[in-house]
């Protein structure tokens, strides 16, 4: 259940931005109310605080746009989601052959 939802979020996500764009005043305020939970303009700045698991994703972003004009990260690809050998066991193609 919770993969599924994952993937519902980040594919609602990928579009995001021009979706919030076409939308009606109304249709935006109810989306962001549900994105965030505070938002306080002090002296020129906006800060937001973003629900639960949009706080996640927005830290692992930040984290990753760090990491990335640090230069650690070799490409857009972060590490955590390149491709690799599957772990489980169960899995691997030597363990299919019977």
Same mark, same amino acid.
């Given at each position: 259940?919770?993969? &599924?939802? =994952?993937? @519902?979020?980040? *594919? $609602?996500? !990928? =579009?995001?931005? &021009? ?7 109304? &249709? !935006?305020?109810? %989306? %962001?109310?549900? %994105? ?5 303009? !002090?002296? =020129?700045? $906006? !800060?937001? &605080?973003? @629900?639960?698991?949009?706080?996640? $994703?927005?830290?692992?972003?930040? #984290?990753?746009?760090?990491? #990335?004009?640090? =230069? ?21 193609? *030597? @363990?299919?052959?019977?």
């Amino acid at each position: 259940v919770y993969a &599924e939802d =994952g993937i @519902r979020i980040l *594919e $609602l996500a !990928k =579009g995001a931005y &021009e979706q919030f764009i076409q939308q009606s005043p109304g &249709e !935006k305020r109810r %989306l %962001l109310q549900y %994105l965030v939970s505070n938002c306080t303009w !002090k002296e =020129g700045t $906006l !800060k937001v &605080e973003y @629900r639960q698991p949009f706080d996640t $994703l927005a830290v692992a972003a930040t #984290k990753h746009r760090q990491q #990335k004009a640090a =230069g650690v990260l070799p490409s857009d690809l972060s590490v955590n989601w390149r491709p690799q050998r599957d772990s489980n066991p169960c899995c691997r193609r *030597e @363990r299919a052959v019977s």
